[in-house]
């Protein structure tokens, strides 16, 4: 599967040599191309072929996504190993021509790990860094989590009882109906 994406429609910005460079690399490894497809728009807004081959690719339609560069996918380093990791986890391949990484080779597969492995180093430092805040807090005596729901408990028994409904009793009682559900559950 081929996707190619050029920010603008502007004659200056033609998605033609992205499809041919995969094309023909393509041909060189002696693939069928099962999809192609293009945006022509800023990687920040609604893109409908991204979309389409994401589909292709979880309904296992092709073997490879195929792009020229990183950018032309993902927004962010994070979307970026989001989204390997989801191939990875599907079976299929990746690869950007740009950056020469190729999952279908071994020296492909290693910068993938390698790229996992800091994708993995950083996720942990944060869970490390939220942790030392969160103790830092409660040191400080500070209160965690949501806010607590002052809400009238007998007010919501007496309506409950009489026949309310429970997203009434929120509406009535300025509250979500979780709270609601769950001051009922105590009663």
């Not at 996707?3 to 069928?32: H, I, N």
């Not at 032309?72 to 190993?81: D, G, P, V």
Request: glycine content about 6%; overall charge positive; aromatic content about 6%.
């Amino acid at each position: 599967m081929i996707y190619a994406r050029v920010s603008t429609t502007d004659k200056e910005q033609d998605p033609r040599p992205q499809l041919r460079e995969m094309t023909e690399f393509c041909g060189f490894r002696r693939w069928s191309v099962a999809l192609e497809e293009v945006d022509q728009i800023s990687s920040a807004e609604e893109r409908p072929g991204w979309k389409r081959i994401l589909a292709a690719a979880r309904a296992r339609k092709g073997d490879v996504v195929l792009c020229r560069h990183f950018d032309r996918i993902a927004r962010s380093t994070k979307e970026l190993l989001e989204l390997l990791d989801e191939f990875r986890a599907l079976g299929i391949d990746f690869i950007s021509l740009n950056q020469q990484v190729d999952t279908t080779t071994p020296h492909g597969k290693l910068m993938f790990t390698i790229i996992a492995a800091v994708a993995e180093f950083e996720r942990a430092m944060t869970r490390e860094r939220v942790k030392l805040g969160l103790a830092d807090a409660r040191r400080r005596g500070q209160r965690l989590g949501r806010p607590r729901v002052d809400a009238d408990v007998e007010k919501i028994r007496m309506l409950w009882q009489s026949g309310v409904t429970g997203n009434e009793i929120a509406r009535q009682m300025n509250i979500s109906p979780s709270s609601v559900r769950r001051i009922l559950k105590r009663l």
